[in-house]
């Protein structure tokens, strides 16, 4: 019964295990903004909450700027080809400065769009290093209990002379046996199906971030091309 005792307690620990604590340590909005220490956790809905908090102002950011830029990029393109203008005197270099913004501006565009690229890159690959450190940290913790069993296994039909352990004992080591391999497939099916989870929800984000990135750069693009032709003459 102690080796059963024994076995069950590992198991119970190895579910309890606290993966990324450092990494996830994070003001939690509904629990008073105290400190989130619950770890790497998709079934804890403070986990989202802090990740939520923590990640508000620059997904704010992001958001205000994909809306408001491409918006304003796209009215002044409507402005220049509709609406007619008035020719004024302005002298070369005010327009030569104009553009010199114009294309820095379109150059700051770009670069945010290539860090765009790059980051959800590394964002993808982070991800998939964390589930890969998740399931080798189970299978070591189920490597461990399964050696536990296999030296309680051993020692089951170990006998002096014709004195064994009784049936009772022999079916506890049994029933443990049972139990590990039932905790090894819920932690494989839970981590398996936790990454699947993560990636099925990344996808589409990339997909939105990657779309929204192109846009952006093309109607810069577009808007510097459109803006410089009036330009060149003055050069």
């Known amino acids: 019964m102690t080796m059963k ?8 620990n190895s579910s309890n295990l606290i993966l990324a604590a450092e990494r996830t340590r994070r003001r939690d909005p509904t629990d008073n903004f105290r400190y989130y220490n619950g770890g790497w956790n998709l079934s804890n809905p403070h986990y989202f909450a802090s990740t939520g908090y923590a990640s508000l102002g620059p997904f704010v950011t ?11 990029v796209f009215c002044m ?5 509709c609406c007619p203008r008035k020719t004024y005197g302005y002298s070369r270099h005010a327009y030569n400065l104009s553009l010199i913004f114009l294309i820095l501006l379109t150059i700051a565009v770009i670069a945010g769009g290539v860090f765009i690229f790059v980051g959800q890159a590394r964002f993808e690959k982070s ?3 964390l589930i890969s450190y998740v399931l080798h940290r189970v299978d070591t913790v189920v490597g461990n209990i399964m050696d536990l069993f296999n ?3 051993a020692a089951k039909d170990v006998g002096v002379g014709q004195i064994s352990l009784p049936e009772k004992q022999k079916n506890d080591v049994d029933q443990i046996g049972s139990t590990i391999n ?22 589409p984000l990339k997909l939105i971030l990657i779309t929204l990135a192109t846009i952006v750069i093309l109607v810069a693009f577009l808007g510097l091309c459109m803006l410089l032709s009036p330009h060149l003459v003055f050069f």
């Open 77 to 81: 393109c409507i402005r220049c080809c």
């Open 182 to 203: 039932g905790v090894y497939q819920s932690f494989r099916d839970f981590t398996t199906k936790s990454g699947n989870d993560v990636i099925s929800y990344l996808n």
């Open 127 to 129: 991800i998939s290093n």
């Open 62 to 72: 992001a958001v205000l700027w994909f809306i408001i830029f491409p918006m304003w």
């Open 5 to 12: 005792m024994a076995a069950e307690s590992a198991a119970q």
């Open 151 to 153: 030296n309680m296994l």
